[in-house]
């Protein structure tokens, strides 16, 4: 395995975050574990909170309004949302929404903000680098705010259990940003093999050319030395980042450009890799439909990673036990180029860049990476499928998952991804991938106590420090 050069020594600060911002001292103090038990003690139950009349629009802030913020920003005002605040912690990169939306308050600092708005605003949308996910989120549902989260919910799986306490206790409503949910095609590969159409499914592959396939293209680089900054002309910090506040909970470290903007997914203290990047899309349907959630043992072999970052390539293999009727499963899970060997039922066709095959003992199905398109193998056995399932499962309008949110939020159906129920569990199940990668040896996860029963070393990486920023 190629090895890369060790990040900066003495980075991790094993002092809680948040210097500021009232009501979450005292949680972050105690750290992620603390505020889990706290919440379960304080009783996970409460009914959906602060409801907004249908005779008004949702007043919506915005945080990290850049990149996938832009797209989430346009999509809920588009879907209704009045756009009250944003927030970003590099204005170079926000100006194209703050141009946009000129009559939002502008903020860097998320713990302001969501001070300074309390009373003018009803839900919060956030779309910062993943270390970031967890602590905006918690600070906006203690707030009694609705909250609608990028994929992966969160950093960690200790992040991930405290958020679906805290949306429970706060019964905020919740919606993770895995656009796919709200799909037909998420809906069909359920109902499918609910009604049998390929029988048990004992078998499941789901393959991303992230973060890139060598020698034809790098989404984001993985595998990597640790980036000097020294080495790229010392590119200065753009005076319009906040450097410190884009740091956030993560350890201090100095400016590059080879960490922010995006390139972030591939280093571990902020992104969760390429699993992390998409398995919460490519992986959501089968978690949904075969019920994958719970005790399961996960292996790794990868290339290229180290500490501090995510492999060249990786393959992952979940065994999932039986759960109730539903057989056994092997979930294999490959990035970086690789890929399953295409089962001979695609005939001439060639596996696409992205995608899932779900064996069962009466076929062959596939879905894309956001299940947009579902199909039975050989083309053949799809053509003769005329005599459909029925469609049991409620659809979502336009299948836009910021309609839907902000519909629930004006006491509409639940959303599909929320956290309480849903987006938690998919996170922790993913995330269990980059567990068995980084700790380097097959794990053995106890979802009843959430440990790794033969790996106490893996506690860091369920729950991580925070830094005081
Ligand atoms: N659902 C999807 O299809 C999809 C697609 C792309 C990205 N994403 C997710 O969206 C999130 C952001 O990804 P990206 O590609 O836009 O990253 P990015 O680095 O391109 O943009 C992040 C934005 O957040 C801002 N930011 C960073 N820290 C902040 C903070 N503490 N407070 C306020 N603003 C902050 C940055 O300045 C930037 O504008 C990630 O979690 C990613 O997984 C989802």
Redesign the pocket.
Known sequence: MKRATPAPSGTLSRRSFIKTGAAATTVFAFGAPFISRAWAAAGAKSPCANLVPATRKVRLAG?????????NLTGLAEAGAEIVAL????FE??ARSFHEYPGAARY???RQMLDEMAGRIDAVFV????H??FP?TLMAMERGLHIYV???LTHTIGEARVLKAAAKKTGVVTQM???GHANEGTRLVKEWIEAGVIGAVREIHSWTNRPGVPGERTVWPQGIPWPDPKARGAKPRPST?DWN??L?VAPAREYMPDI???K??GFWDY??GAL??MGC?IMDASYWALDLGGNCKVSADQEGGSAFCGPIASTITYEIPARGPLAPIKYVWYDGGRKPAAPKELGAGKLPQNGTLYFGDKGIMFSDSYSSSVKLLPESRMKEFTNRPARTIPRVPKSNQHLEWLAAIQGGPKSGSDIADYSAGLTEFVSLGNLALRIGKPIEWDAARGICTNAPEARILINKNYRVY
């Open positions: 945080i990290g309004i850049g990149g996938r913020g832009y797209t927030c970003d912690v590099h990169r926000a860097r600092d998320f779309s910062t680098p993943d970031t996910h905006a990028e994929k992966p940003g895995n656009q980042l506040l884009w956030n922010a903007p995006f972030w997914r992104g969760c992390g990047d899309h």
